[in-house]
């Protein structure tokens, strides 16, 4: 186990350092100038010139990569201070620093994703679980209607309905914001519910539908057929040995969307209003502040990362028949 860990984490890092290394480079090839984009309209070739020499755009753009790797392990100095580790640079919006906005907006993503992750797989294992349990029933047609409906709908449409009936018109939901859980779990808990229960509805059609999928597949193994006819009841059958079978595919999307979720659920926070990293994303790419812009690829790559390492450990625990060698 401690070989194949120390084995994923050395190809993420390469796959961290390419995608760092090629988002830096393209952030040259833009027909922008760096310096002017930080220093705004009507800006003078002096005050350009000074955010340059500030900010190390001076420098040959290789150094700049390398500067910019070495500020993240190590920190970095920068003529307007001290960037101290992990320093991803300044933001050209309102020169703070890059790491210090993610740190601010990212518990609001956090809630999201798993307050959204809890929701969708009690609701969607749930349903794909009862679906097969009935396979050929009303319920399990039922259910895979339900199913269909719900991955055809878009959280930006469903989402403002939802607003429009629960919030303004009938008002039985809280309008949505984000409360930190240590200052009031309640509106806590009531401010993310609605988007908890938006953010869920596609994903809790993908995972029953799959749940569904691979617990009628498993049902039909012969490992699963030698224990029914050994005699052990039914429950035994389903959850002792089809259920654990059908787990390890499940998971394995799971770390996925996970990984995505916590990179930043960017339509979800712009539908509600919440600020964190997906709305945080987009106004960097709206209003060109590529610093704050990379420092949030680089941490959803890495979120992304750490969730698949984490789920490939998961399956010597979950399937008996993987071997991490």
């Given at each position: 186990?401690?070989?194949?860990?120390?084995?994923?984490?050395?190809?993420?890092?390469?796959?961290?350092?390419?995608?760092?290394?090629?988002?830096?480079?393209?952030?040259?090839?833009?027909?922008?100038?760096?310096?002017?984009?930080?220093?705004?309209?009507?800006?003078?070739?002096?005050?350009?010139?000074?955010?340059?020499?500030?900010?190390?755009?001076?420098?040959?753009?290789?150094?700049?990569?390398?500067?910019?790797?070495?500020?993240?392990?190590?920190?970095?100095?920068?003529a307007v201070g001290r960037c101290?580790?992990?320093?991803?640079?300044?933001?050209?919006?309102?020169?703070?620093?890059?790491?210090?906005?993610?740190?601010?907006?990212?518990?609001?993503?956090?809630?999201?994703?798993?307050?959204?992750?809890?929701?969708?797989?009690?609701?969607?294992?749930?349903?794909?679980?009862?679906?097969?349990?009935?396979?050929?029933?009303?319920?399990?047609?039922?259910?895979?209607?339900?199913?269909?409906?719900?991955?055809?709908?878009?959280?930006?449409?469903?989402?403002?309905?939802?607003?429009?009936?629960?919030?303004?018109?009938?008002?039985?939901?809280?309008?949505?914001?984000?409360?930190?859980?240590?200052?009031?779990?309640?509106?806590?808990?009531?401010?993310?519910?609605?988007?908890?229960?938006?953010?869920?509805?596609?994903?809790?059609?993908?995972?029953s539908r799959m749940t569904r999928?691979?617990?009628?597949?498993?049902?039909?193994?012969?490992?699963?057929?030698?224990?029914?006819?050994?005699?052990?009841?039914?429950?035994?059958?389903?959850?002792?040995?089809?259920?654990?079978?059908?787990?390890?595919?499940?998971?394995?999307?799971?770390?996925?969307?996970?990984?995505?979720?916590?990179?930043?659920?960017?339509?979800?926070?712009?539908?509600?209003?919440?600020?964190?990293?997906?709305?945080?994303?987009?106004?960097?790419?709206?209003?060109?502040?590529?610093?704050?812009?990379?420092?949030?690829?680089?941490?959803?790559?890495?979120?992304?990362?750490?969730?698949?390492?984490?789920?490939?450990?998961?399956?010597?625990?979950?399937?008996?028949?993987?071997?991490?060698?």
């Amino acid at each position: 186990m401690l070989r194949f860990l120390v084995r994923r984490s050395l190809g993420a890092l390469v796959i961290i350092f390419l995608i760092s290394a090629i988002t830096f480079f393209l952030f040259f090839a833009l027909p922008s100038e760096p310096a002017l984009l930080a220093c705004g309209k009507n800006c003078s070739p002096e005050a350009v010139a000074l955010i340059k020499r500030n900010l190390g755009l001076d420098e040959p753009v290789p150094l700049q990569f390398w500067h910019y790797l070495a500020g993240i392990f190590a920190g970095r100095d920068f003529a307007v201070g001290r960037c101290h580790a992990p320093c991803l640079g300044y933001s050209f919006n309102d020169s703070q620093p890059v790491w210090e906005t993610i740190l601010d907006r990212y518990p609001t993503t956090l809630s999201l994703t798993v307050g959204g992750t809890v929701v969708f797989l009690v609701v969607g294992v749930g349903i794909g679980m009862v679906a097969a349990a009935r396979r050929g029933t009303v319920t399990d047609k039922f259910f895979s209607s339900l199913s269909l409906i719900g991955n055809s709908l878009q959280i930006y449409f469903v989402g403002v309905i939802a607003l429009w009936l629960l919030v303004d018109t009938w008002g039985v939901l809280d309008n949505p914001e984000y409360t930190p859980l240590t200052e009031d779990p309640a509106r806590w808990f009531t401010g993310l519910l609605l988007p908890w229960l938006i953010l869920s509805i596609i994903f809790v059609a993908n995972y029953s539908r799959m749940t569904r999928s691979q617990m009628i597949e498993q049902l039909d193994e012969e490992h699963v057929r030698t224990a029914r006819a050994k005699g052990m009841s039914r429950r035994t059958v389903f959850f002792r040995y089809a259920w654990r079978g059908a787990l390890a595919p499940i998971v394995t999307i799971v770390g996925i969307d996970l990984g995505s979720l916590f990179g930043g659920a960017m339509i979800t926070e712009f539908t509600f209003g919440l600020h964190g990293l997906g709305r945080l994303a987009v106004n960097s790419v709206t209003e060109k502040d590529l610093p704050m812009l990379m420092g949030v690829m680089l941490f959803s790559c890495t979120a992304i990362v750490v969730a698949n390492i984490i789920v490939d450990a998961l399956y010597a625990y979950i399937d008996p028949r993987v071997r991490l060698a």
